[in-house]
């Protein structure tokens, strides 16, 4: 059986990988400009300087802007932010034992609005550049999951159904500011609504530098703890006496996972039910052992936030949705799937 599944799980990451290249493949050449791929490759093989020199022709110089400074950072973006939200997730779920829980639980999307927003309102984006939103926006995070964790400690024990309920309450309560700012700041509501709704377009390979530096050793470090959370599953205390440190995995996980999703979220904008269904959809198709569930919702996760970008940018041409309108858009149904599902298993 052991062997069946391993078996079933490798061709699943390999379906998976497929899956992403298909995605990254389909995000450089399809846009507002379509680019044969055949000049997709080309503007890749010569570099982000490679103009293909005096006879090669405006349209390839072209092909090779369009590539390197919009396409190519934006693809890998959506690939490390998906990446993050999904494993984020998977640990999420894990940890609540609960597959409705997502990697926002703990306020982090609320946060990173709110510091953005008041960014906006006060126009330090304009004044200060391009990393201000981001800064703020990290730190609004940050600052979220430092008072939700804050509120459900207690004599250095961390209570898993208090972090739920203190993280929806923070976020209730953000939003409540947010809307406030909203209306005292109305000739910037536009900018306000479109940042808060998640959108890919600000990518740029500093970005991605940012968020790579936060994703990828969060990531690392979280599947590193894959057997620790497959004795969490079962409960805290049977955990313990499996010899898992609980207190201090909890806090590893929520930490990290907090760090992963700010790193995103900075310069995205909040993104949601990547972090939901993903971990969800790849648990029903691999089973519930963490040190696969994590690496597979990696990739599952990437390539449904690749897809859902292109669809974004291409559904409307000239003009681009919000990422997190097209994630809502398809991730709702399937949500209420499950509620409906979880409820009939229930009677």
Same mark, same amino acid.
């Given at each position: 059986m052991a062997e069946f599944r391993r078996n079933r799980n490798g061709k699943l990451m390999a379906a998976g990988l497929l899956f992403l290249l298909v995605g990254l493949a389909l995000g450089l050449c399809l846009g507002s400009v379509s680019l044969p791929i055949g000049d997709v490759m080309r503007a890749l093989a010569k570099g982000p300087g490679g103009s293909g020199?005096?006879?090669?022709?405006?349209?390839?110089? &072209?092909?090779?802007? %369009?590539?390197w400074t919009l396409r190519f950072p934006r693809v890998l973006l959506a690939v490390i932010?998906?990446?993050?939200?999904?494993?984020?997730?998977?640990? #999420?779920?894990?940890?609540?034992?609960?597959? #409705? =829980?997502?990697?926002?639980?703990?306020?982090?999307?609320?946060?990173?609005?709110?510091?953005?927003?008041?960014? %906006? =309102?006060?126009?330090?984006?304009?004044? &200060?550049?391009?990393?201000?939103l981001p800064a703020l926006s990290f730190a609004g995070a940050l600052g979220a999951?430092?008072?939700?964790?804050?509120?459900?400690?207690?004599?250095?024990?961390?209570?898993?159904?208090?972090?739920?309920?203190?993280? %929806?309450?923070?976020s209730s309560l953000i939003s409540s500011l947010i809307a406030f700012i909203m209306v005292i700041a109305r000739e910037r509501v536009d900018e306000i609504v479109f940042w808060t709704m998640g959108a890919l377009s600000r990518a740029s390979w500093t970005s991605v530098g940012v968020s790579l530096a936060y994703t990828v050793p969060g990531i690392i470090v979280l599947?590193?703890?894959?057997?620790?959370?497959? =004795?969490?599953?079962?409960?805290?205390?049977?955990a313990f006496h499996m010899g898992v440190e609980v207190e201090s995995v909890k806090r590893t996980l929520l930490w990290t996972s907090s760090l992963v999703v700010a790193g995103g979220v900075a310069f995205s904008g909040p993104i949601g039910f990547i972090g939901l269904i993903v971990p969800h959809a790849v648990r029903l198709l691999a089973g519930p052992d963490h040190r696969w569930l994590m690496p597979m919702a990696g990739v599952f996760g990437g390539g449904a936030l690749l897809l859902a970008d292109l669809l974004a940018r291409t559904i409307a041409p000239p003009r681009e949705m919000p990422v997190g309108v097209i994630t809502a858009l398809f991730g709702a149904p399937f949500f209420l799937y499950l509620l409906a599902r979880s409820r009939r298993r229930g009677k």
């Amino acid at each position: 059986m052991a062997e069946f599944r391993r078996n079933r799980n490798g061709k699943l990451m390999a379906a998976g990988l497929l899956f992403l290249l298909v995605g990254l493949a389909l995000g450089l050449c399809l846009g507002s400009v379509s680019l044969p791929i055949g000049d997709v490759m080309r503007a890749l093989a010569k570099g982000p300087g490679g103009s293909g020199g005096s006879d090669a022709g405006e349209p390839e110089t &072209l092909a090779s802007t %369009i590539i390197w400074t919009l396409r190519f950072p934006r693809v890998l973006l959506a690939v490390i932010e998906g990446a993050g939200l999904a494993v984020s997730g998977v640990v #999420m779920q894990g940890l609540f034992r609960n597959p #409705m =829980a997502d990697p926002y639980v703990l306020g982090v999307s609320s946060g990173a609005s709110l510091g953005a927003v008041l960014g %906006i =309102a006060v126009g330090l984006g304009r004044a &200060l550049g391009i990393w201000s939103l981001p800064a703020l926006s990290f730190a609004g995070a940050l600052g979220a999951a430092a008072l939700v964790y804050a509120l459900s400690t207690y004599r250095r024990r961390t209570d898993t159904w208090t972090l739920l309920l203190a993280g %929806i309450a923070v976020s209730s309560l953000i939003s409540s500011l947010i809307a406030f700012i909203m209306v005292i700041a109305r000739e910037r509501v536009d900018e306000i609504v479109f940042w808060t709704m998640g959108a890919l377009s600000r990518a740029s390979w500093t970005s991605v530098g940012v968020s790579l530096a936060y994703t990828v050793p969060g990531i690392i470090v979280l599947t590193k703890h894959a057997r620790a959370l497959n =004795a969490l599953s079962f409960g805290e205390e049977p955990a313990f006496h499996m010899g898992v440190e609980v207190e201090s995995v909890k806090r590893t996980l929520l930490w990290t996972s907090s760090l992963v999703v700010a790193g995103g979220v900075a310069f995205s904008g909040p993104i949601g039910f990547i972090g939901l269904i993903v971990p969800h959809a790849v648990r029903l198709l691999a089973g519930p052992d963490h040190r696969w569930l994590m690496p597979m919702a990696g990739v599952f996760g990437g390539g449904a936030l690749l897809l859902a970008d292109l669809l974004a940018r291409t559904i409307a041409p000239p003009r681009e949705m919000p990422v997190g309108v097209i994630t809502a858009l398809f991730g709702a149904p399937f949500f209420l799937y499950l509620l409906a599902r979880s409820r009939r298993r229930g009677k």
